[in-house]
Nanobody, 122 residues
Framework: QVQLVESGGGSVQAGGSLRLSCIAYGYNTQYMGWFRQVPGKEREGVAAVDAYGSRSYADSVKGRFTISQDNTKNILYLQMNSLKPEDTAMYYC??????????????????WGQGTQVTVSS
């Protein structure tokens, strides 16, 4: 049974930082990603890492967010710096045993966490 549990969300002022964590129970990290969603909008890919350690980022977060893994503990991180109000969203961790056709497609990930809220005030 695969279970993803996120933590680390919260409220910060613009320019601040947060680090999200996602513990993967029952899963040897292969393809994992972070997505975010605001009410009324589609879930969008923020960052992803594949089985070879290759990382991908949405243009809107490049240079500000960093995705990383601790494979020994099956933990996925998202370090978020220079946060902006437009980063406000529910953030979700996602995982797949097989390579997604596109890392930005939510439908290509099988397992999801419950989400953690990030709120950035101006």
């Amino acid at each position: 049974q695969v279970q993803l549990v996120e933590s680390g969300g919260g409220s910060v002022q613009a320019g601040g930082s947060l680090r999200l964590s996602c513990i993967a129970y029952g899963y040897n990290t292969q393809y994992m990603g972070w997505f975010r969603q605001v009410p009324g909008k589609e879930r969008e890919g923020v960052a992803a890492v594949d089985a070879y350690g290759s990382r991908s980022y949405a243009d809107s977060v490049k240079g500000r967010f960093t995705i990383s893994q601790d494979n020994t503990k099956n933990i996925l991180y998202l370090q978020m710096n220079s946060l902006k109000p437009e980063d406000t969203a529910m953030y979700y961790c996602a995982a797949s045993f097989s390579r997604p056709r596109s890392w930005t497609w939510p439908s290509d990930y099988t397992y999801w966490g419950q989400g953690t809220q990030v709120t950035v005030s101006s």
